[in-house]
């Protein structure tokens, strides 16, 4: 039997992919969560390839890279996409996903309290228009596949992604930021209530990230 073994930070960040990905698909893994001083420890081994965070290792080979970890995983275990082309549009998607990530960086942040700043002001100059952008794509997708997934007729790695990111915001940010886009409300709440990933989410640690 293949073993897996997730290694990131007690929060749900970047780890959380794989993490869903496991629980969708009901395979064991070893979900190893570090503190700050561990991970100080951890990156002196020089085990993480890019000296980051979250780690696959498989059988004891390590992989980096959170979309790389979870584009692998969703492959052995189906949820990649029906087809290559179905696959593409997926890494379309997390692709764009990375550049809304990006842009909204400067007010996450400062949200979430790495940096300092003004996050009203950020709210309304950054994140906002990210949103309004990104979400537009996401959500022009959403409709093209007509079936309630991001893409095709079935779940891939990218709904669980994009609907916890979503899920995140609707606790923290509130549901007025979805008034244009309902439908990706929607897609979170019906992603999310997935009897595996439901369960997940009941018996995960509870964290703030
Ligand atoms: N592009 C990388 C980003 C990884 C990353 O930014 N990791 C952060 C935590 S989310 C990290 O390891 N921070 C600790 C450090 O850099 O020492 C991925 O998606 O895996």
């Known amino acids: 039997m293949v073993s897996y073994k997730l290694t990131y930070f007690d929060g749900r960040g ?6 869903q990905i496991f629980a969708f698909a009901e395979k064991k893994y070893e979900d190893n969560r570090l503190s700050d001083e561990e991970w100080a420890k951890f990156k002196a081994t020089g085990k993480a390839p890019y000296n980051q965070l979250p780690l696959l290792e498989v059988d004891g080979k390590p992989l980096a890279q959170s979309h790389a970890m979870a584009r692998y995983l969703a492959r052995e275990f189906g949820i990649n996409g029906k087809t ?22 400067p007010y996450l942040a400062v949200k979430l309290g790495y940096t300092e700043g003004d996050a009203d002001e950020l709210y309304k100059t950054v994140y906002l228009p ?34 916890q990111h979503s899920a995140d915001l609707l606790a923290r940010e509130g549901e007025g930021l979805f008034k244009d886009v309902p439908e990706m409300k929607t897609h979170s709440q019906d992603i999310q209530a ?16």
């Open 14 to 19: 970047a780890g959380e992919i794989c993490r």
């Open 130 to 163: 990210a949103f309004k952008k990104h979400y537009g794509f996401l959500s022009n997708a959403l409709k093209a596949s007509g079936k309630g997934f991001m893409v095709g007729d079935s779940l891939t790695w990218i709904d669980l992604l994009v609907a």
């Open 194 to 209: 997935i009897p595996q990933i439901k369960k997940w989410i009941e018996k995960r640690p509870v964290s703030d990230w």
């Open 84 to 105: 290559h082309w179905e696959e593409a549009q997926v890494n379309s998607l997390a692709d764009q996903f990375k550049d809304y990530y990006s842009e909204a960086r």
